[in-house]
C-alpha cells in the first residue's frame, strides 16, 4: 500500500465505521439520510475530527450535531469494539455545508444556462 500512511488508512475506517454506528442509532434528532464527508486523524493519532452532512434546516442541523457531540464517548467505544488498534482517538463532529453549497451553485447554474436559453429563443424569433 505505497502511498498510503497509517493516518489515512485509520480515517478511512474511522469514516466507514462512524457512519455504521451512526446508522445504527436511535436517536429522532438525527437524520436517516446523512453523509460524513471527511474523518480527520491527526498524526499522533489521538483525535479525530468527523465531518457530517445533511439536508434539512439550519435548526434540524444543530440538533443533529448536538446528538452526536453527545454521542461522541459512545461512538468511540464502538470504534475500540470494532478495531484492534492501541489507541482510539478522541472524536470531534463537525457540520460541513460543502453539499448544501454545492447544490446551490448547481441550481445557480442552470438558472443562468435557462435564461441564457430564453434569450437566445428571444433574439431568434
Not at 455504521?20 to 498524526?43: C, G, L
Amino acid at each position: 500500500m505505497a502511498g498510503y500512511s497509517r493516518t489515512d488508512r485509520l480515517s478511512q475506517q474511522i469514516k466507514s465505521d462512524v457512519y455504521e454506528i451512526i446508522s445504527q442509532m436511535k436517536d429522532p434528532r438525527i437524520p436517516e439520510m446523512f453523509t460524513i464527508t471527511y474523518a480527520n486523524v491527526t498524526p499522533d493519532l489521538r483525535y479525530a475530527k468527523i465531518g457530517i452532512s445533511s439536508m434539512g434546516s439550519e435548526e434540524e442541523r444543530r440538533q443533529m450535531l448536538k446528538a452526536l457531540k453527545g454521542a461522541a464517548g459512545f461512538v468511540r467505544r464502538e470504534i475500540g469494539l470494532r478495531s484492534d488498534i492501541r489507541y482510539i482517538p478522541e472524536i470531534s463532529f463537525a457540520l460541513d455545508d460543502s453539499i448544501e453549497y454545492s447544490v446551490r451553485i448547481h441550481k445557480k447554474l442552470q438558472e443562468i444556462e435557462k435564461s441564457e436559453t430564453s434569450d437566445k429563443g428571444e433574439e431568434n424569433a
